[in-house]
């Protein structure tokens, strides 16, 4: 089945540039960056119940809903 997810990954793909690894990274927002509810998802693990990001990084709305809904806590690095 073809998910909203997997439209985006393959949006992602025909819109990112073309330069090798580049484009699945976390794009940076001027000079922080940018965290969406899927790159959340990707990066906790199963039955997580902490994640830790970068002391300058932007939480969408929609990331913080799911981070509080599933009880998951946030932890800034220094």
Known sequence: MFTHDDFLDVLRRHLAPR?????????????RTF????????????????????RDAIVSPLAQDWLALKGVRIIRSS
């Not at 330069?19 to 927002?29: E, L, M, S």
């Not at 965290?35 to 970068?54: N, S, V």
């Open 19 to 31: 330069k090798g690894k580049a484009a699945d990274k976390i794009p940076p927002i001027k000079g």
């Open 35 to 54: 965290l969406t509810e899927r790159e959340i998802k990707k990066a906790l693990t199963h039955g997580g119940q902490h994640l830790t990001i970068p």
